[in-house]
């Protein structure tokens, strides 16, 4: 397991997606949490152990975290998801945002999840690339609209 520092987005693999979080120190990370199905039930913004936090999962990764082809994960993800440069809010303010948060309900697994959460908190930019990736996928599965034709 990766050094984990205060501030910092954490995430676990779960069965066919990622589950991120802000650690917060001490243990603790402030995230999405559902005590029933994660896909299906609505969540609530809380500060959990680390251990349940991770659940099942072997390990907990940092997304500052290296590529193997020796990128920065996290700058990869900020550069596809915002088109560039980004700045980071420092650890206590990103644990501050976090805990603004705290007790909020609203997960969408497509417009407000744990991902869209741990990323507004580091960057203030709301997104997913695990949802915007999902969507990608319902598009070229759905039949191209009809075009109104002109003549």
Not at 4 to 32: L, P
Not at 66 to 80: I, K, M, N, S, Y
Not at 83 to 105: I, W, Y
Not at 120 to 147: R, V
Request: glycine letters at 8%; aromatic letters at 10%; one cysteine or more.
């Amino acid at each position: 397991m990766a050094i984990i520092h205060s501030g910092d987005i954490v995430y676990v693999k779960r069965t066919g997606y990622r589950h991120f979080g802000i650690y917060t120190g001490n243990e603790q990370v402030i995230h999405y949490h559902k005590e029933h199905n994660p896909l299906l039930s609505d969540g609530i913004i809380a500060e959990t152990t680390l251990a349940e936090f991770r659940g099942s999962s072997d390990t907990i990764y940092v997304l500052n975290a290296t590529t193997p082809a020796g990128t920065a994960l996290f700058d990869w993800l900020v550069h596809r998801l915002a088109g560039g440069d980004v700045e980071l809010f420092s650890p206590q303010e990103t644990v501050t945002r976090a805990r603004s948060k705290l007790g909020e309900h609203g997960y969408s697994l497509l417009l407000n999840n744990c991902e869209h959460f741990a990323l507004w908190c580091k960057t203030g930019i709301a997104q997913s690339a695990q949802s915007d990736y999902l969507l990608e996928c319902l598009q070229m599965l759905m039949p191209p609209l009809p075009q109104n034709k002109e003549d």
